[in-house]
């Protein structure tokens, strides 16, 4: 399975961007899935996750203001992302969640300006 996430880029401080994932096999039907971000100098976290069943998690941080999905037809997720916050900047990527990742792929980069 191939993932790779794509939308990212540069957004002032309040703005918004939504990041995709497109998988190259539908295995959002089978694993609950996450959005995980790697901000310089610091480890890689998982900010929002979704289940097969539908649920939704989120890092405090980012609760009311990021939003996971997907669409299992066209085998992509997303994440819509709010209010941004120079916090927010990462290298943002997408694999399975609460279980053991795949390959992780390049990430697409968000930068927050304040």
């Known amino acids: 399975v191939q993932l790779q996430a794509y939308g990212g880029g540069l957004v002032q401080a309040g703005g918004s961007l939504r990041l995709s994932c497109a998988a190259s096999?539908?295995?959002?039907?089978?694993?609950?899935m996450g959005w995980y971000r790697q901000a310089p100098g610091k480890q890689r976290e998982l900010v929002a996750a979704?289940?097969?069943?539908?649920?939704?998690n989120y890092v405090d941080s980012v609760k009311g203001r990021f939003t996971i999905s997907r669409d299992n037809a066209k085998i992509t997720m997303y994440l819509e992302m709010n209010s941004l916050k120079p916090e927010d900047t990462a290298v943002y990527y997408c694999?399975?969640?609460?279980?053991?990742?795949?390959?992780w792929g390049h990430g697409t980069h968000v930068t927050v300006s304040s």
């Open positions: 694999n399975r969640a609460f279980i053991e990742p795949i390959s």
């Open positions: 979704i289940t097969r069943g539908g649920s939704t």
């Open positions: 096999t539908n295995i959002f039907s089978i694993s609950a």
